[in-house]
């Protein structure tokens, strides 16, 4: 008996139900872990060819004397070393000065607008909590410079910004008699300031959207009692609105960054291949080293070096922002 019980014991193990659904189980969880991975392929074998072999394509290219004389075929350009970015860098020489000044009206610009569309935004998605006659109008309005295509709207704002006959002249000069002659808004020193009312004019909206969906997350019962002990509207705002919103502003804020730094329709529909020096993106400036120029190499490692600052930037900001929540937390 001693013998035979464990081999009847295994036995009723392999003939009972529970065993003999046990190896199926492991596939069957398989598939449904896998699953989502495989529908997400295909998105990333997109993105991969869409974003990462062009980026790998570019690397390359900037460690490549390639100019016009090897455009047909590009892979036959002799390799120039790290030319290319000492010569982006050499700050002395025209091509590094021209990069600079570029860098620096960029870093102006951005952070000015990104400023303005984030205090836009978040006032424009405040005023919008209380509920009024046609609030639903004028949260459709808002969205309007969003929702228009970014050639149209800029296309727009050139022929209002023209010096004879354009809209901004015609009311500033003619009817408010602010400016003792129309003024050139797209050359010149004002180039930055018309791009910059654009590129706010266009943006805002999307903070507006944003911010507005935080604000559905803070329950109103907060306001009311800061109402309750005297608190008011200015009181509110800070002490609750504001450190409310925090985790959806840190991502507002590094998004329009991004945008707005990168932002090439914008310059290139208002001004051209050649923007005024007042109003020389790097985007456009890049565009203008490679493809007016036919310096190839050279605008890659200007591509390349501007991809190094953006995630550097983007790190130390995420970096911050995380110390900033974990401290809060702690």
Not at 56 to 77: H, N, P
Not at 87 to 103: K, R, T
Not at 258 to 273: C, E, R
């Amino acid at each position: 008996m001693t013998t035979t019980a464990p081999a009847d014991r295994a036995a009723a193990r392999k003939s009972s139900p529970g065993a003999a659904r046990g190896p199926r189980r492991r596939p069957g969880r398989i598939r449904r872990i896998g699953l989502p991975y495989l529908l997400l392929l295909p998105a990333l074998l997109l993105e991969l060819l869409v974003h990462l072999v062009p980026m790998v394509i570019g690397i390359v290219m900037s460690f490549k004397e390639l100019t016009q004389f090897y455009i047909r075929d590009w892979g036959t350009a002799p390799w120039a070393g790290f030319d290319n970015y000492s010569v982006s860098v050499d700050f002395d020489a025209p091509v590094g000065e021209a990069l600079l000044h570029s860098f620096l009206v960029t870093i102006a610009f951005t952070l000015l607008s990104v400023g303005l569309c984030w205090l836009i935004g978040t006032a424009a998605a405040i005023c919008m909590q209380d509920t009024f006659r046609g609030r639903g109008l004028l949260r459709a309005l808002f969205l309007v410079p969003y929702a228009l295509p970014v050639y149209a709207a800029v296309i727009t704002w050139v022929f209002m910004f023209q010096h004879d006959n354009g809209l901004v002249n015609h009311v500033l000069h003619d009817q408010l008699g602010l400016t003792d002659k129309p003024s050139f808004w797209l050359i010149g020193d004002n180039s930055f300031f018309a791009l910059l009312i654009v590129s706010v004019w266009k943006g805002w909206p999307f903070a507006f959207l944003i911010v507005m969906a935080g604000l559905q997350n803070i329950p109103r019962e907060l306001y009311e009692a800061a109402a309750l002990d005297g608190a008011g509207m200015l009181q509110q705002i800070r002490r609750i609105t504001l450190p409310s919103l925090r985790p959806v502003n840190q991502v507002l804020v590094l998004v329009l960054f991004l945008w707005t730094f990168n932002d090439f329709n914008t310059p290139y529909v208002m001004f051209g291949k050649t923007a005024p020096e007042a109003a020389d993106l790097i985007s456009v400036h890049i565009y203008q080293a490679s493809f007016v120029t036919w310096n190839f190499g050279t605008g890659s490692a200007m591509s390349v070096l501007l991809l190094l600052f953006l995630l550097v930037v983007t790190g130390v900001y995420l970096a911050l922002t995380s110390r900033e929540r974990r401290a809060s937390h702690a």
